[in-house]
């Protein structure tokens, strides 16, 4: 059972234009949301988290969307550049804790030069 | 946030063999983690590594099979016992420094089993 899905598995957006990652949650008791960023050969990084009590998170040019009436997350990246491609991962914990998360199984973003 | 160096970075194990990982952690951390990221796969929480304690593992994964260490706040240990080829995955080790900070991660451990 997936709490956290990551429907596409792969996305290539051009330089310069909008990327949207979206994630969907099946578990109410999440509260907590984060989206790391993966490269082959390292473990995942922090990019950016919302709590439930927000409906948005802007981090330069990432901005996390949260709408727990559909539990629904959305990262954008604008504009996207080349290095911004890698593997991101939605994640998702309750309590508020930042810590024992339940992740997705990631979306292979490839921005195009 | 904290860097945590993990290794071996890779490894080919023969099965029914046992692997022992490492991380270390630059500094003082309250709790750390290990996942399993199977081909393809998301990334799956094995257990918290309570320090001075047991660890807590989580559902499907017990202590016989990955047994694990947490000596002091700064470093952990995760073995994988009587190997076969199902337990070839990255392995992932993370941090957290305090109670509202983000986890940070491992670069993790490629493990093949053959």
């Known amino acids: 059972d997936q709490q956290v899905k990551q429907n596409s598995p792969s996305l290539s957006v051009q330089e310069g234009r909008i990327s949207i990652l979206n994630c969907d949650y099946t578990?109410?008791?999440?509260?907590?949301f984060l989206w790391y960023k993966k490269y082959p050969a390292e473990g995942p990084t922090f990019l950016i988290s919302?709590?439930?009590?927000?409906d948005k998170n802007e981090d330069g040019r990432f901005t996390v969307f949260l709408n727990k009436s559909a539990k629904h997350l959305s990262l954008h990246i604008v504009p996207s550049q080349p290095g911004d491609s890698a593997v991101y991962f939605c994640?998702?914990?309750?309590?508020?804790?930042?810590?024992?998360?339940?992740f997705g199984s990631g979306t292979q973003l490839t921005v195009l030069p | 946030s904290a860097v945590i160096s993990q290794k071996p970075s890779r490894d080919i194990c023969q099965r029914g063999t046992s692997l022992t990982i490492q991380c270390q952690v630059d500094?003082?951390?309250?709790?750390m983690f290990w996942y399993r990221q199977q081909p393809g796969q998301s990334l799956t929480l094995i257990a918290t590594?309570?320090?001075?304690?047991?660890?807590?593992?989580e559902s499907g994964f017990v202590i016989d099979k990955f047994p694990i260490s947490r000596p002091n706040l700064t470093f952990s240990t995760l073995t994988v016992s009587n190997m076969s080829p199902e337990d070839s995955s990255i392995y992932l080790c993370?941090?957290?420094?305090?109670?509202?900070?983000?986890?940070?991660f491992g670069q993790g451990t490629r493990l093949t089993v053959v």
């Open positions: 994640a998702a914990s309750a309590g508020f804790s930042a810590r024992q998360l339940t």
């Open positions: 578990n109410s008791m999440f509260d907590y």
């Open positions: 919302i709590s439930s009590i927000k």
């Open positions: 500094s003082q951390v309250t709790m």
């Open positions: 590594a309570n320090q001075g304690s047991e660890a807590t593992y």
């Open positions: 993370s941090g957290a420094e305090g109670t509202n900070t983000e986890a940070f």
